[in-house]
């Protein structure tokens, strides 16, 4: 298996521009999650999916982040407008079991996002 | 005052030495620890699983849990310099809490040959 896919691997873009970040997660995984990490604030859980359903969204830091998940293939993590304090790197993980609190999270590597 | 608490270092050893990593947690409630392995411009992965109290050992590395003190560690023997990585401590409450791992800030480890 080739893991968690995320793309694009790097981007660049401009204050008040629309960013789309892209997840597969493992095939048979039924948990995706986004996270967000920053040098101040760590590796944070900014919204979770069981069966393609959002379970908890409570760490998404505002109305400009959405995130979808059509199918279990494939999520996105949107942000319009961009600001420059969501420079950080988003990694989405991806998890067979869940429940007991037993999950092993398997991560992709992440976008690097700057936002000038 | 963060429920987890880790030091973010950075730490350097020599090669062979015994790496200490250490994390402090406030939630009485946490009964899952884990260590992830960060290598650098690559998610975590995995290292270690510990429920509740005591001790596991894999190869060089052993995961130690004192929920009396609320406090986790994991010990590396014989460091090598591909151990150079950030580790980042996790935890987790029983049921209903699915995905929502608290995570350290990580603590960048070097091992120097």
């Known amino acids: 298996d080739a893991g968690v896919i995320q793309s694009p691997r790097h981007e660049v873009t401009e204050m008040g521009q629309e960013v789309t970040l892209r997840c597969k997660p493992i095939?048979?995984?039924?948990?995706l999650f986004w996270y967000r990490q920053t040098m101040m604030r760590g590796l944070e859980l900014l919204i979770y999916f069981n069966n393609n359903v959002p379970i908890d969204d409570s760490g998404m830091p505002e109305d400009r982040f959405s995130a979808k998940m059509p199918n279990a293939s494939f999520s996105t993590l949107k942000i319009q407008p961009s600001e420059p304090r969501d420079s950080a790197v988003y990694f989405c993980a991806s998890s067979p079991v869940g429940g007991t609190g037993n999950e092993k999270l398997f991560f992709g590597s992440g976008t690097q996002l700057s936002v000038l | 005052q963060k429920e987890v608490e880790q030091d973010p270092g950075p730490l350097s050893v020599p090669e062979g030495a015994i790496v200490s990593l250490n994390c402090t947690y406030s939630?009485?409630?946490?009964?899952?620890f884990m260590w992830y392995r960060q290598y650098s411009r690559k998610g975590p992965e995995l290292l270690m699983y510990t429920y509740s109290s005591g001790n596991k050992e894999d190869g060089r590395f052993t995961a130690q849990v004192d929920k009396s003190s609320k406090y986790i560690s994991l010990f590396i023997r014989d460091s090598q310099p591909s151990d150079s990585a950030t580790y980042l401590c996790?935890?987790?409450?029983?049921?209903?809490?699915?995905?929502?791992?608290?995570f350290g800030q990580g603590t960048t480890l070097q091992v120097k040959p």
């Open positions: 939630n009485s409630a946490f009964q899952y």
């Open positions: 095939s048979g995984h039924d948990y």
């Open positions: 996790a935890m987790n409450r029983r049921s209903g809490n699915t995905g929502k791992l608290i």
